[in-house]
């Protein structure tokens, strides 16, 4: 059973950068679907990115071409840069593992069994 503890989170202007980390204990995300995945208060989970299969990447279009979604496979960790930051990027992200897929990970926080304790991020105007 995989183990999962985030760190890097903070708080940011608009337009700044981000990059928050994942480390991953007990198991290895090779053998997982991993993504990041954000709420805010009064709003629904969102997937914002997910990593599976031989790279095969996954973005909300929420974030498209702003966040970027990795993995160091060396040291076991997940990441994700977030650049343009906007407020409404303002929520606590968690990173998560699931079932590994043939295709693209799942886009539903529902289909993650394993998740970190989560790390705030607050954009300001």
């Known amino acids: 059973q995989v183990q999962l503890a985030e760190s890097g989170g903070g708080s940011v202007q608009a337009g700044g950068s981000l990059r928050l980390s994942c480390a991953a204990s007990g198991d290895t995300y090779s053998r997982y679907c991993a993504g990041w995945i954000r709420q805010a208060p009064g709003k629904e989970r969102e997937v914002v990115a997910t990593?599976?299969?031989?790279?095969?990447?996954t973005y909300a279009d929420s974030v498209k071409g702003r966040f970027y979604i990795s993995k160091d496979n060396a040291k076991n960790t997940l990441l994700l840069q977030m650049n343009s930051m906007k407020p409404e990027d303002t929520a606590m992200y968690y990173c998560?593992?699931?079932?590994?897929?043939?295709?693209?990970?799942?886009?539903?926080?529902?289909?993650?069994?394993?998740w970190g304790q989560g790390t705030q991020v607050t954009v300001s105007s």
């Open positions: 990593i599976g299969r031989y790279g095969l990447t």
């Open positions: 998560a593992a699931g079932l590994l897929r043939l295709g693209p990970c799942s886009g539903s926080h529902r289909e993650y069994n394993f």
